[in-house]
Structures are given as structure tokens and as C-alpha cells.
């Protein structure tokens, strides 16, 4: 389902939460989150200096599934879809390397083949549901911009 602010596909949110850290499934079934050794933290791993959101600059509000899918929907969008005018899914799929590398892509092709291909089994997953079932649909206030 098409975010017409953002302009990808949720898949999109699942392709980067599997490619950071596998969901942090393992994680989570200890009672914490995933943080990596550079100090990324949650399913996205993000870097809490560079949250959007200065209120969420410490590494436990990236704990919060609910609280990193915000951030991470917010990152994109200011970082990559904005900043790099990444409107298409080709342009987006490009530019991803941004979400794992920051202002720099060099060196990031493998990262930005991996999300390709991650995507395109997600999205085929994510588009095989039949339309009745109920998919868990983004309700954040984020999804709700029109600026």
C-alpha cells in the first residue's frame, strides 16, 4: 500500500528491519534490542545522534518497535526520499545505500543489491496476501503528513 507522502511501500520498512538486524528476533526473545558494536541500536539500527527527532536521541527509544519504525520512516524521508529526490522505487532502491552509509554511497553496492533483493521477496510476500486479510497497516502520525 502506497504512503502518498512517502512514497514506497512499507515493504520498505520490512526490507531495512530484516537487512539491519533480522528483526532482532534474537534480541527480543532475551528481553532487549539489537545493538551493534558501533552503537547502532534497534531493528533498524540506527544511530541515536542521528535521530529526527531530537526527543529520541538515546539508543532505548530505538528499543521501541513502534518508536524506531517512526524514526526509521522519518529518516528516509528527510535523508534519502527528500534530500535525493528518491520518488521512484528505481531512485529509492539506489539511494537506500544512504540509510546504511550516510552521506557517502562508495563501497555500498553490495548493501544497495542485498536491499533489491530482499525487497522483491518481501514485496512478492507482501502482495500475495489476499486483499481480506488484514495486514498490520502504519498508523503513525508520520504517514499522516502532507507538506
Sequence with gaps: MQSEFYKFNPVRLITIG????????????????PISASGDCGIYQQQP?????????????????A??????????RENIIKKHKAFSTTKLDDKI????????????KEYVKQHKET??????FYNSVPSDFALPRPTCKAFDYKG
Design 18 to 33: 530484516f537487512n539491519e538486524s533480522r528483526f532482532g528476533v534474537n534480541e527480543y526473545k532475551k528481553g532487549t534490542f
Design 49 to 65: 545522534q542521528f535521530a529526527v527527532m531530537p526527543s529520541r536521541r538515546t539508543c532505548d527509544s530505538f528499543g521501541s518497535i
Design 67 to 76: 518508536l524506531a519504525t517512526e524514526q526509521a520512516i522519518l529518516f528516509v
Design 97 to 108: 545505500c544512504h540509510y546504511n552509509s550516510g552521506n557517502v554511497c562508495n563501497g555500498t
Design 119 to 124: 525487497r522483491a521477496k518481501a514485496d512478492k
